[in-house]
């Protein structure tokens, strides 16, 4: 198992503003990953996080609006820019880990534009 | 490219009957298969895997699933389900090939067990 914790576990932002989460992991791991979980649908991987370059993002996402950070094995932050109510969703970071790296999540930050 | 497919939006089971999950997937080679769990207001947790070896494999909480290399499938099962198990419940694949290790979900599966 892991222990993966998330600041803020949930907030409520106004439009145009961003909003920082922060994932911090229980070991060094290399690569953390950052998830969106939109209301009532399924996780959509945003982007890799590697220590030490950039992060690597999916189609659909882009660096000026989900601007990563990890400035450390154990650590990351993922910036909502600009925010607008379709961004309300749930945020989850992972790390991999175990034998056949399987993900480990965190608790995930539940985020609602208004 | 890998994918994942959970058919049923919701499953409805009576508690103490058995609980099925399904779950088929799509990938160009050998496949890492995972199942999760959601409960309300919590982050995903990891129930089990199939990585090589036995078809059947057991986890968390009772569950199992059971790997069918010939229908690409990846049911999750559980023999007596419980009221607790009310879930959400999520498949993932990631290919063995793919040194990122990104994972697919499938949309997910809500289990409601009624007393």
């Known amino acids: 198992s892991a222990v993966i914790s998330q600041k803020p576990s949930r907030d409520i932002c106004q439009r145009g503003t961003s909003l920082t989460i922060q994932c911090q992991v229980d070991?060094?791991?290399?690569?953390m990953f950052w998830y969106r979980q939109q209301p009532g649908q399924s996780l959509t991987l945003i982007a890799t996080a590697n220590q030490g370059s950039e992060a690597t993002y999916e189609s659909g996402f882009v660096i000026d609006k989900f601007p990563i950070s990890r400035p450390n094995l154990t650590f990351s932050t993922l910036t909502v820019s600009n925010m607008s109510p379709e961004d309300s969703s749930i945020y989850l970071c992972?790390?991999?880990?175990?034998?056949?790296?399987?993900?480990?999540f965190g608790p995930g930050t539940r985020l609602t534009v208004l | 490219a890998q994918s994942v497919a959970q058919p049923e939006d919701q499953v409805n089971v009576a508690e103490g009957n058995p609980l099925t999950v399904k779950c088929t997937y799509s990938?160009?080679?050998?496949?890492?298969l995972f199942w999760y769990v959601q409960y309300p207001n919590r982050g995903l947790q990891f129930l089990l895997k199939?990585?090589?070896?036995?078809?059947l494999v057991k986890g968390s909480y009772g569950f199992e699933a059971e790997f069918n290399k010939s229908q690409t499938s990846f049911h999750l099962k559980k023999p007596s389900a419980l009221v607790s198990d009310s879930a959400l419940y999520f498949c993932a694949v990631r290919e063995t090939t793919d040194s990122w290790g990104k994972f697919q979900f499938g949309a997910g599966t809500q289990v409601v067990v009624t007393p």
């Open positions: 990938v160009s080679g050998n496949p890492y």
């Open positions: 199939y990585i090589t070896g036995d078809n």
């Open positions: 992972a790390r991999r880990g175990g034998l056949n790296n399987e993900q480990f």
């Open positions: 070991s060094q791991v290399t690569m």
